[in-house]
């Protein structure tokens, strides 16, 4: 089994900061690309940032500039460190991860429970 959990989220006024950590743990091989999404109410989830195994990382447009995803390969865990905060980023973040849990076992998505962040204006 794998879990994915997350941790950091929380209420904070806008212009502040949040960092976010998911930890991967169980029988994991590899991991090929980490990212995080998230969904606000009543939209569909989207794509925030990815970081691949070698950091080469990939930022969705509203958050360049304010947001930095990283990993420890080592520990199995993705942070996002999340400064100048926007009403608009509220929402549920949620951490993925694209791993084989043994060498002769296809890549699959695995995903976290999911953290709240509220920004306040």
């Known amino acids: 089994q794998v879990q994915l959990v997350e941790s950091g989220g929380g209420l904070v006024q806008a212009g502040g900061s949040l960092r976010l950590s998911c930890a991967a743990s169980?029988?994991?091989?590899?991991?090929?690309?980490m990212g995080w999404y998230r969904q606000a109410p009543g939209k569909q989830r989207e794509l925030v940032a990815t970081?691949?195994?070698?950091?080469?990382?990939y930022y969705a447009d509203s958050v360049k500039g304010r947001f930095t995803i990283s990993r420890d390969n080592a520990k199995n865990t993705v942070y996002l460190q999340m400064n100048s905060l926007k009403p608009e980023d509220t929402a549920v973040y949620y951490c993925?991860?694209?791993?084989?849990?043994?060498?002769?076992?296809?890549?699959?998505?695995?995903w976290g429970q999911g953290t709240q962040v509220t920004v306040s204006s």
């Open positions: 970081i691949t195994s070698g950091a080469s990382t």
């Open positions: 993925n991860a694209d791993l084989r849990t043994t060498p002769w076992r296809t890549w699959a998505d695995y």
């Open positions: 169980g029988s994991i091989f590899s991991i090929n690309v």
